[in-house]
């Protein structure tokens, strides 16, 4: 991407524990099994979303 985009600036996220984290979250919330596979992607997302907003 940063060489075909060399004019934007591109920020990168360390994204590796999010799901680690999203399962502990649905795991504290009681969510149903049969949901967590729907939320996981969701609940990375925003784990994802809230460190790169922590970090400006």
């Avoid at 940063?2 to 990168?12: M, R």
């Avoid at 939320?39 to 970090?55: Q, R």
């Amino acid at each position: 991407m940063k060489c075909k985009y060399n004019k934007i600036k591109i920020e990168t996220v360390d994204e590796r524990l999010t799901t680690v984290e999203a399962h502990r979250t649905m795991n504290f919330l009681d969510v149903d099994k049969h949901k967590k596979k729907d939320l996981v992607d969701t609940i990375s997302a925003v784990y994802i979303l809230e460190t790169y907003m922590n970090k400006k």
